[in-house]
């Protein structure tokens, strides 16, 4: 069994856990490369069906390619797709880059806020109607008591100090320091009434091992992440206003994995093009100990 081979078959079994043991279950998916790997095991765990709606946190302001990759997929793979957004705050026109709030500010209402009302149930929510090919309001507000997201520890340092399976409270507020341990794959899925678990299958891959399995899997991305033509491509994909492509000849998975491995990009961390990365005052953790993923 390869390395790639065992971390297969460890997010695997942890998503299988994670639908066995957990009513309400949902998918975050971003739709960057992350959650598509993970949408990918999800369909290798249920044989081909994925059982568990994907939600996806509609900021209004993501580059276009990406909601029409979205959509592109729920119809392919027929997907039950559940979208979220905080449209009172979009409505008042205050958010960056536009209105008078800085990007964590505006992070907190787009993401923070439309992630943890989307889940509560508190929120809008508009499914895919595959007939109509239309997305309509959800009747369902039940909240989701657990979600699996696809974040990796060496993505960025708050990240790093996650669990697999990571309790937070009713209102998706994280307490790094109060974390069930996970020792040899053993893991704590037994949580206090109203405690919501996020559940994090891909959490010890890396970028290279993510960019190794797109490869050798063949899996559909984002054209974003591929250089177009210009030179440039998207490392990270986020809100348009706050996401930077970077400078790479990179037109296909294997060449991006070369560049990771002894390239440019060997020793660069990944978020360097995400401008709310780079905010003062330790920003992005607060952010995720308010709920964002």
Known sequence: MTPLDRLESRSIHVLREAYANFRNLGILWSIGKDSTVLLWLARKAFFGHVPIPLVHI????????????????????????????NEAALSAKTTFPDGTLDRIQCCRLLKTQAL??????????????????KYERDPSQAPYTAMVLGIRGDEEGTRSKERVFSPRDKKSNWDVADQPPEIWNQY??????????????????????????????????????????????????????CTLPVKSAATTPSEIVEELRSGQFAHIAERTGRAQDQEDGGGLETLRKEGYM
């Open 188 to 241: 704590k899925t037994d949580f206090a009434p109203g405690t919501h678990v996020r559940i994090h299958p891909i959490l010890d891959w890396t970028e290279t091992n993510i960019w190794e399995y797109i490869d050798r899997e063949n899996i559909p991305t984002v054209s974003l992440y591929y250089n177009q033509g210009d030179g440039t491509r998207y490392r990270s994909l986020g809100c348009a206003p």
């Open 58 to 85: 509609d900021t209004g302001y993501k580059i276009p390619e990406m909601i029409e990759y979205r959509d592109r997929i729920a119809r392919e793979q027929k997907l039950t797709m559940i979208v979220g957004q």
């Open 116 to 133: 943890r009302e989307t889940l509560e149930g508190t929120g809008p929510r508009y499914s895919l109607d595959h007939e109509s090919g």
